[in-house]
């Protein structure tokens, strides 16, 4: 290994159906997973024992020891290095923050094979491009045709623990996300899709809805992950900024970002 530098991009669930459960009780997903310009980084060079610094805007309350996703993942290869991680994305938010951390090592050490060990959302973060994520995150598939879109990222602050989220669903047992669509009518077919963790977060945390409402002024609006990231599609990046400069005047204390996903590689 070798010295490197590696950007964590955000993880968006742009839909993200629950379609059942695990005797062992992991749930079993189906989920149209992108990635946006906006992420951590993590810099790293090669010692004889690890260590981790966080920097950033939302270094306050991640580990630096063997809790973190990145000296775990160092562990579990038998690599040590020094890791500086500035993070950029708030942490427990819905957007794979943790989870984009550790597939980015993962990718300067070269051991993607460790992926799903460290948790469902890293084998989707290893690679950049749209996906469908399945099953437990061990099903991927690539989704050719899906273009870039401009997004706003509204994240109120509040902490909505996963595992609440899921118990407070009513149903584990939904359907799919419907075929993908012929004729590039993306919008239209996400419009169609939905987050079934969505209304669980709601009652959870009430202003998740506040923050899905700020962005009424977005073609779609949705919650990715678990939350409490809200996301609004906005037609190009001057309608992307404008919503991002209203949302944030208005809620000063609100993480709000205007950013662009990553579309599929065409070849």
């Known amino acids: 290994m ?3 530098t590696e950007f964590a991009p955000a993880k968006i669930n742009l839909a993200l159906h629950v379609t059942g459960q695990q005797a062992n009780g992991y749930h079993v997903l189906d989920s149209l997973v992108v990635f946006a310009d906006v992420g951590d980084v ?3 060079l090669p010692t004889a024992q690890t260590s981790l610094t966080v920097g950033g805007p939302f270094a306050e309350g991640v580990p630096e020891d063997a809790d973190n996703l990145v000296w775990k993942a160092l562990d ?16 427990g938010a819905g957007i794979g923050g943790g989870s984009s951390d550790a597939a980015a ?5 070269k051991r993607p094979d460790l992926a799903l060990d460290l948790g469902a959302d890293v084998p989707v973060c290893l690679g950049s491009a749209p996906q469908r994520m399945q099953g437990i995150g061990d099903i991927l598939t690539a989704v050719p045709d ?11 602050g509040a902490h909505v623990p996963t595992v609440d989220v899921f118990n407070a669903l009513s149903s584990k047992q939904n359907p799919e996300m419907d075929a ?3 004729d590039g009518d993306w919008l239209g077919w996400l419009a169609a899709q939905r987050n079934d963790l969505q209304e669980p977060a ?8 506040e923050a899905l409402m700020a962005l009424g002024d977005a073609s779609l609006t949705r919650m990715s992950g678990s939350g409490s990231t809200c ?3 906005y037609p190009d990046q001057s309608s992307a900024r404008a919503a991002q400069a209203r949302i944030s005047g208005a809620y000063p204390d609100w993480w709000v970002v205007a950013t662009q996903t990553y579309g599929a590689v065409v070849s």
């Open 202 to 209: 709601c009652t959870y945390a009430p202003v998740v809805a």
């Open 180 to 182: 993908m669509p012929e």
């Open 105 to 109: 090592i993962l990718r300067v050490i």
């Open 76 to 91: 579990r290869a038998g690599v040590t290095a020094k890791v500086s991680l500035t993070k950029n994305l708030p942490h």
């Open 146 to 156: 899906f273009p870039a879109f401009w997004l706003v990222l509204v994240n109120p």
């Open 2 to 4: 070798t010295s490197a």
């Open 42 to 44: 993590l810099s790293v």
């Open 231 to 233: 996301f609004g599609v």
